[in-house]
């Protein structure tokens, strides 16, 4: 009985958690709704921001708030809830890198600027 049990409980969490994705059509398995991935990110990404230098070079934050103005703008009705966008510099020529996270919050570190003139 423990045999059937367990992977009829798998699979009833599997569908339970599966949804579709607007866009694609395609399913989708969810385990945290949008608000508690939000949350989650957001307490993240501010660890992240406490935890790495942030970049006040004027020219590089106006280029990410305007892209992001942009994004943002697009992006809005797609996006469900109110999003609560937040564009950071990081402060790092070191790293290449720039990255997104559920709730509107967007990163891109010095060193991609340095190297996408």
């Known amino acids: 009985m423990k045999h059937v049990l367990s992977p009829l409980c798998c699979l009833l969490l599997f569908l339970a958690g599966c949804t579709t994705v607007p866009h694609t059509g395609r399913s989708a398995l969810h385990l945290m709704d949008n ?23 004027p020219t590089y934050n106006a280029m990410l708030s305007r892209v992001g103005k942009r994004i943002a ?5 797609d996006m469900p809830g109110e999003t609560d ?12 890198n720039a990255f997104a996270m559920p709730g509107g919050k967007i990163a891109v570190y010095t060193g991609l600027f340095k190297v996408a003139k």
Not at 73 to 77: D, Q
């Open 35 to 57: 608000e508690e991935l939000a949350n989650s990110a957001a307490l993240s990404f501010n660890f992240l921001k406490q935890e790495t230098p942030i970049s006040t070079d």
């Open 73 to 77: 703008k697009v992006a809005e009705p």
């Open 85 to 96: 966008w937040e564009f950071v510099v990081f402060d790092d020529d070191n790293t290449i």
